[in-house]
């Protein structure tokens, strides 16, 4: 059955497309949770849509499990397969086809990464408003099954807010096409809404349609002291009132962040006291010395106010660039410190402050010797947590019950833009109802009755 299988599928995509054994590359065995490495039974690279349906069409006659990958960088073990399955790439279908520039819409393969739909609207004085750490690798594809988020999303929006419409393959190989390129379009159920974000359980996305902004004008950029999640929301609340719809980026890291980036010896204090919360804000206000004076006012009566304990303006490219480095000093951590539990949660920004003393003093009290940080999108009610052990324990026994108690004690979510893959699973009761569980199961079972796509992501598929 499996030889039969095989063949028929080199006869549908090309020999050298279809890899098995040690000719697949061992990226292909896991994502970038590298919870599990697990050398799938095919790797599939199809070329294109009707590729991609061909190779489906055999798989679901087949019953055989696939498992969806882009640039394997999700962080929730969606995309890293399991035994048995067979991996399909979108790694052949890559590239902008169309950027039409007065609708301000892209038509971009689902393969291409992240940057090329960057630089590509860039080029033509316009901007897509998605962006994350991943740019390089991620793709565009992988950004909608995931609904990613990211550093402009208090700007521009989620993944969900800027696809106007897709292409995608449902298990059995049958083609959805409906690039729409319109803001409205109201005709009925929209299926591609319902295939953002279901992280390959649904279908396979082949092609994307994508909502450009106009560029935005250059960013002032600037690190902020605070004491506390309630000064950030003032600070939040003024720059939104007096830079309306200029704020793209609200980022925050708690002190034991700073302290552990401190550890990796690469960066400068940026402040002479390290505050409970350093923000990194950007705002498009242009460049010039107009543009820097207006946040450096706005800063400084928030300082007189109060709420800002200290702040550093940008003064050059380097210094925005030393700005991000804080932010993005997390993928540098596993240097410094030993393997650790990681979460992705949204809270209230009202209750931030105090969840954040909750967990700092449950994990000290059940793991002692544990560090807690926190980081991540403030604006968007989206932290970021690692929990490290105690390097002679090793003990994080503790650490899923805390997080997700607090998230239920304080009505957050389990997963604010990473999804759920493999490793939420068994927390995902705790964010939705039965009633939707049961409407999510529901709608799996009609778009893939055999269950190939994605078995097991997201819910225990049964
Ligand atoms: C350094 C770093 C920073 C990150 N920052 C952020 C961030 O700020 N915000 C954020 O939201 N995420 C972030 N992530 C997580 C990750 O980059 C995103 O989840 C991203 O959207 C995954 O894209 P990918 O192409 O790598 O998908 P993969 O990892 O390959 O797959 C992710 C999931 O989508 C499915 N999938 C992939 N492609 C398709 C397709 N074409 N059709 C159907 N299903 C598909 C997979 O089966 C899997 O379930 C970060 C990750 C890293 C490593």
């Given at each position: 059955m499996t030889a039969d299988l095989m063949a028929a599928l080199r006869s549908v995509i090309g020999a050298d497309f279809v890899k098995q054994g040690s000719d697949i590359p061992e990226r292909h065995w896991t994502d970038a949770t590298e919870t599990a490495r697990i050398c799938p039974k095919a790797l599939l690279l199809p070329g294109s849509t009707e590729e991609v349906s061909a190779v489906l069409a055999l798989c679901f006659q087949a019953g055989q499990p696939v498992v969806v990958q882009g640039g394997l960088t999700g962080l929730a073990g969606g995309a890293r397969p399991q035994e048995g399955e067979i991996a399909l790439s979108l790694q052949r279908l890559t590239g902008i086809e169309e950027i039409d520039v007065e609708s301000r819409t892209m038509t971009a393969l689902a393969g291409t990464p992240l940057y090329v739909v960057h630089e590509a609207a860039e080029k033509v004085g316009?901007?897509?408003?998605v962006d994350l750490g991943a740019r390089g690798t991620c793709t565009i594809g992988g950004n909608v099954a995931t609904n990613a988020g990211g550093v402009q999303a208090l700007r521009y929006g989620v993944t969900r807010r800027n696809v106007l419409g897709l292409e995608a393959v449902l298990a059995d190989g049958t083609v959805l096409t409906g690039l729409n390129k319109m803001l409205k379009n109201n005709t009925g159920y929209e299926w591609a809404q319902l295939m953002i974000g279901s992280e390959g359980t649904l279908g396979v996305i082949t092609r994307v349609s994508l909502a450009l902004s106009p560029a935005p004008l250059a960013f002032q950029t600037a690190l902020c002291a605070v004491a506390n999640v309630t000064d950030a929301a003032a600070v939040l609340g003024r720059l939104e009132q007096l830079f309306s719809g200029r704020l793209v980026t609200f980022e925050g890291m708690w002190r034991e962040y700073m302290d552990v980036t401190d550890r990796l010896?690469?960066?400068?204090?940026?402040?002479?006291e390290r505050p409970e919360i350093t923000l990194l804000i950007e705002v498009a206000l242009g460049d010039g010395q107009e543009a820097q004076d207006l946040l450096a006012e706005a800063l400084s009566t928030l300082m007189e106010e109060g709420r800002i304990a200290d702040a550093l303006l940008a003064q050059s490219l380097q210094d925005r660039q030393r700005f991000w480095a804080y932010r993005e000093a997390n993928y540098e951590f596993h240097r410094v410190m030993p393997v650790g539990e990681h979460y992705d949660i949204s809270l209230p920004i009202n209750v931030m402050d105090d969840a954040i003393t909750h967990l700092r003093r449950e994990t000290a009290a059940a793991m002692p010797g544990c560090i807690f940080i926190a980081f991540g999108h403030v604006a968007d009610s989206n932290l970021h947590l690692a929990i490290y052990p105690d390097r002679s324990t090793g003990d994080l026994s503790a650490a899923n019950r805390i997080v997700y108690d607090a998230v239920g004690l304080f009505k957050g979510s389990i997963s604010a833009e990473h999804g759920i893959g493999m490793i939420k699973r068994p927390y995902l009761s705790r964010s939705r109802t039965p009633a939707e569980l049961a409407l999510m199961k529901t709608l799996k079972r009609t778009l893939d009755p055999a269950a190939i796509l994605n078995r097991d992501r997201i819910f225990v598929t049964g």
């Open positions: 316009l901007h897509y408003g010896g690469t960066l400068p204090e940026p402040f002479a």
